[in-house]
């Protein structure tokens, strides 16, 4: 076989196995993020107010999301590098501390959830909004300690590669979330009508469920049994503990300023009226799903990635990494034509309001435009994080979303007069400037890799 046909069969190989573990963790993240969807959807269905409430909600409780998916991405990362190294006997111990982690993460966020209502006035949301959105808050701030116990619960599965729980469990939540919804949004026979309240708790029920799941699943699974995950109760331990947060605490801080910037923009957007604020829900809801497809491929690369460089495997480090690449780009290409032709059809799925509809639009369609540095910068901050590299991709995220895009989007709208399309520009700028710096980083890193004897 010639170089040419075996380096054709290499990339076949590539993309078919990061296909296949990243599958799951895509349906699963987009069973994730279909809960927001509902939310929405229902929101929308209600009133206009009540899908502002929900907007801004889902606004400050995305912060809690961040922040665990961040921190506890520690958990893939090191199991990865445990279980490519053969070192499975250590993963139990390591597992068992990062729970201590996850539910201190969640205690302390569900108070922040409870107490961020007090927020709404200092960033000037619209005082029709504020009673809702308080009660959503307040509502889903109980279900902040069980959704980081399910990211740490279902990060050791991704870990060793085994994504299809991932997939399975948020079907499973979305599929009890729609009727739970239902019923205590809009009210049926003896329960009353409970309004953005009633989603959050629904939201909030949904996730205990899928946490109390996940764990039953790993605690009674043949797979995971010789992790000697249930062998012992261990009380916290600082060292594991930190070196966990020193591995992950750089990774939260990397999605926490993406995030957030998407955040400053829902809340700043917020100050324009409750069209405006609706506009920008139905479009960042679907930016939000088609974002699921690069996660997913971004979260199985880390997988790939770290397995890899776990082996001391730097050319498979190098091809893991390039088939990220590769499939992302296909996947943001679809995201972009949809959001680009399909925008009038899907922002009346989401309300039936003209004004509503027809910003939102307007809105996809900047959407369109950062599909792929989008695309990019995730697939990048995954490779980084299979090869425990965290510290500067945390700088190069600082810098292109606070230090380039909230300034820049609220410069154009809010001093230029550009509204919610001027501040969705300040996105763009910022996703490109990461994508770039990012690709670099790992352009870099695994160019020194495969050079190394």
Same mark, same amino acid.
């Not at 969807?37 to 909600?57: F, K, M, N, W, Y």
């Given at each position: ?121 200092? @960033? ?26 399910? @990211? ?61 799941? @996940? ?156 599909? @792929? ?81």
């Amino acid at each position: 076989m010639s170089n040419a046909d075996s380096r054709v069969a290499r990339t076949r190989r590539e993309l078919r196995a990061s296909f296949v573990l990243a599958l799951p963790l895509v349906l699963g993240q987009l069973a994730a993020i279909a809960i927001n969807v509902v939310d929405s959807l229902l929101a929308g269905r209600h009133g206009p107010v009540t899908l502002a409430a929900v907007a801004v909600g889902s606004a400050l409780w995305s912060v809690a999301l961040m922040i665990c998916i961040g921190v506890l991405m520690a958990v893939p990362a090191t199991v990865a590098h445990l279980n490519g190294a053969g070192r499975r006997g250590e993963v139990g111990a390591v597992w068992r501390q990062a729970v201590w982690l996850a539910l201190a993460m969640g205690l302390v966020l569900g108070a922040l959830m409870w107490w961020s209502p007090r927020l709404l006035a200092l @960033f000037g949301i619209a005082v029709e909004v504020r009673p809702e959105a308080t009660a959503f808050l307040h509502a889903i701030a109980f279900g902040a300690p069980a959704l980081s116990l399910y @990211f740490c619960f279902r990060n050791l599965s991704e870990g060793i590669a085994w994504t299809t729980p991932t997939m399975v469990f948020g079907v499973a939540g979305l599929a009890v979330l729609i009727p739970l919804g239902i019923v205590l949004m809009f009210g049926a026979g003896p329960v009353p009508e409970f309004g953005a309240g009633g989603l959050g708790a629904a939201t909030a029920i949904v996730l205990w469920l899928q946490a109390t799941g @996940f764990l039953a699943y790993l605690r009674w699974s043949p797979r995971f049994a010789d992790f000697g995950l249930f062998a012992e109760v261990e009380r916290p331990r600082w060292r594991p503990i930190r070196e966990l947060l020193e591995l992950g605490l750089p990774m939260g801080i990397s999605i926490f300023m993406e995030g957030s910037l998407f955040v400053a923009t829902a809340l700043l957007i917020g100050r324009l009226g409750t069209i405006a604020v609706a506009a920008h829900q139905v479009a960042i809801n679907v930016a939000s799903v088609c974002f699921m497809l690069p996660l997913g491929l971004a979260m199985a690369t880390t997988v790939r990635v770290g397995h890899a460089a776990g082996a001391g495997d730097a050319s498979g480090v190098r091809w893991a990494a390039g088939a990220g690449y590769v499939l992302v780009l296909g996947t943001q290409t679809a995201a972009a034509l949809l959001l680009a032709f399909a925008a009038t059809p899907i922002s009346r799925l989401y309300s039936q309001d003209p004004a509503v509809v027809a910003l939102a639009v307007v809105l996809m369609r900047y959407a369109a435009v950062f599909q @792929f540095p989008d695309g990019i910068q995730a697939l990048s901050n995954g490779a980084l994080r299979g090869l425990k590299d965290t510290r500067m991709p945390m700088v190069i995220t600082v810098l292109a979303y606070w230090g380039v895009g909230m300034p820049l989007g609220a410069w154009f709208g809010l001093r230029l007069g550009g509204g919610a399309p001027g501040l969705w520009i300040g996105l763009i700028l910022g996703l490109t400037v990461a994508g770039v710096l990012l690709a670099l980083r790992v352009w870099r890193l695994t160019r020194r890799a495969t050079r190394r004897p």
